[in-house]
């Protein structure tokens, strides 16, 4: 019994993988190893020569299950803080009354909403941002009220980890390499076109001081993944724009583009509300949550990749570990960068151990479409009406004054005119035809995320610092720049995250092309774009 568990162990099978080459090399005279490595990809090589010290077998089964207890416990403290740390102290949690049956009405009824617009030919999402603006801001059925803020926060994070595990994953690293020029062009320039319009325009038709003006302009820059994800996805599991990569393209730039803009926004933030600030400080943090996201983001993916190891009989490692890994390791980092203070790194980290993890595992013989894809896929039924509802929750009527509403829609139209043609530009030369820049440039049109978590800081800042006014003379007028540009956070989540959907669903089939492999294996059903609403059924 001792001699077939040895078997198994990690020792056995390193000197049976190492033994049959230093045995032919002194016997035989020949060089090893036997493996062409000319016919291997970068990362197959690298697991052959690391095969033998890849835990397996009952070592690996222990591995397994120690970063199991290790991720369940690092998750539950950057989730719940105290509560997982062992102490005598005795907690007073406090959480507003009615947030469960709030909860399940937003999911109930953002599911409803979600149907509804599919029925009409629009994208569901529209429907359950509906449903989040009525249930905030409808009198008598604005149960909204009742969500505790850290619930809504927390679960709104959960969300996005899942959609944004879902797009690492179906990341295809071939058009990643040959679109990287184009990645980080579109992650740069249409944003810093459009953040000099909005600065331009905010001077002179708002009053707003210049570096208000730049700093509203780096908060609009930002797209959307939550709504820019789903709309793309959906598009490339039917085919389209499959093999020119453009949701990798539109994806991994966001991703960019995201960490850029809350890091520059937060750099001119602090510079406005607190002079004596280090500025040194501030502008290193951009590039360290781009480090410790990439950093976090390699080695979880690496780590996902062969823990659970692969069974030695050959059979396929188990889907429940790999996804409670993953998805462990994503909750991670998205709430340990708030624990942290590098929140710009999490949702990075989330996208990079996506892309890392699907490469090691199809090279492990699994597919695009996988076990632990679909379990993803399972998850964002449920997850993905709470976090577009939550995002309708975030918008307030009543905050949106009239004058600033006006003045404030131009603003946002011109430099959304300025974003889609600097777009188009952006992506020329990288091998896409007119119709396929035309898509991006749309693709790029959609906000959301970063504008509902970040427009209210200016003004709590503001409040905060001048407490309500004050004595300084500057409190009133910085409140009032704040509340300015929370009526616009709020006015450009209202009109680009449903019209972006709308416009990625609509176009993408009369812009892009159709994946040849769709084609020849003819796996897209008629019943899929009866559902979308955006494809003739013949």
Not at 342 to 370: T, Y
Not at 398 to 409: M, N, R
Request: charged share 15%; aromatic share 10%; proline share 4%.
């Amino acid at each position: 019994t001792v001699i077939e568990h040895s078997r198994d162990s990690w020792i056995f099978i390193f000197i049976e993988n190492t033994m049959p080459y230093i045995e032919d090399r002194l016997v035989n005279g020949n060089s090893i190893p036997y493996i062409d490595l000319r016919e291997e990809t970068k990362y197959e090589r690298l697991q052959t020569c690391c095969s033998p010290l890849v835990p397996r077998g009952k070592v690996g089964e222990l591995m397994t299950f120690c970063l199991l207890v290790i991720t369940i416990w690092t998750t539950s403290y950057v989730m719940l803080g105290k509560v997982a740390i062992p102490s005598s102290e005795k907690l007073d949690v406090s959480i507003q009354a009615g947030t469960v049956f709030a909860l399940i009405g937003l999911l109930v009824f953002s599911k409803l909403g979600g149907w509804l617009a599919s029925m009409v030919r629009l994208p569901d999402l529209t429907g359950m941002l509906l449903v989040g603006i009525l249930i905030k801001n409808v009198p008598y059925i604005d149960f909204a009220k009742y969500l505790d803020d850290a619930w809504a926060s927390a679960l709104w994070s959960v969300a996005l980890t899942i959609i944004l595990l879902r797009a690492g994953l179906g990341l295809d690293p071939t058009a990643l390499r040959k679109l990287s020029g184009l990645v980080t062009r579109l992650a740069f320039i249409p944003g810093l076109a459009e953040m000099g319009v909005v600065a331009i325009f905010s001077n002179l038709c708002l009053g707003f001081p210049w570096l208000w003006g730049i700093m509203l302009g780096f908060l609009v820059f930002a797209a959307t993944p939550a709504v820019m994800v789903p709309c793309l996805l959906s598009l490339q599991d039917r085919g389209y724009g499959k093999d020119e990569g453009i949701a990798t393209l539109v994806i991994a730039a966001a991703s960019i583009d995201d960490v850029f803009s809350i890091s520059v926004f937060k750099i001119l933030l602090g510079i406005t509300m607190n002079s004596s600030a280090s500025l040194v400080a501030d502008i290193l943090q951009g590039p360290l949550e781009v480090l410790v996201g990439v950093i976090w983001g390699i080695f979880w993916g690496v780590v996902a990749t062969f823990l659970p190891p692969v069974p030695i009989d050959g059979s396929q490692p188990s889907t429940f570990l790999r996804l409670v890994i993953i998805i462990g390791g994503a909750l991670m980092a998205m709430f340990g960068s708030g624990v942290l203070h590098v929140e710009g790194s999490g949702a990075l980290a989330v996208l990079v151990m996506g892309f890392v993890a699907g490469i090691g595992w199809r090279s492990q013989g699994w597919k695009d479409d996988n076990p632990v894809t679909d379990g993803l896929e399972n998850l964002w039924m449920v997850f993905q009406p709470l976090l577009f509802g939550l995002i309708g929750t975030e918008i307030q009527i009543d905050a949106l004054d009239a004058e600033t509403v006006g003045w404030g829609l131009l603003v946002i139209i011109v430099g959304l005119i300025m974003r889609i043609a600097v777009s188009y530009l952006a992506v020329c030369g990288g091998g896409l035809d007119h119709k396929e820049r035309m898509f991006v440039a749309v693709a790029w049109l959609p906000k959301a995320t970063v504008q509902a978590a970040m427009g209210s800081l200016a003004l709590d800042q503001a409040r905060k610092m001048f407490k309500n006014g004050g004595s300084d003379p500057e409190g009133p007028e910085y409140i009032e720049l704040g509340m300015k540009i929370l009526c616009i956070a709020v006015l450009e989540i209202l009109i680009t995250a449903p019209l972006g959907s709308i416009l990625i669903m609509f176009t993408g089939p009369r812009l892009l092309k159709k994946s040849r492999q769709v084609e020849e294996e003819g796996k897209v059903s008629q019943h899929e774009y009866s559902y979308h609403g955006y494809e003739r059924i013949h």
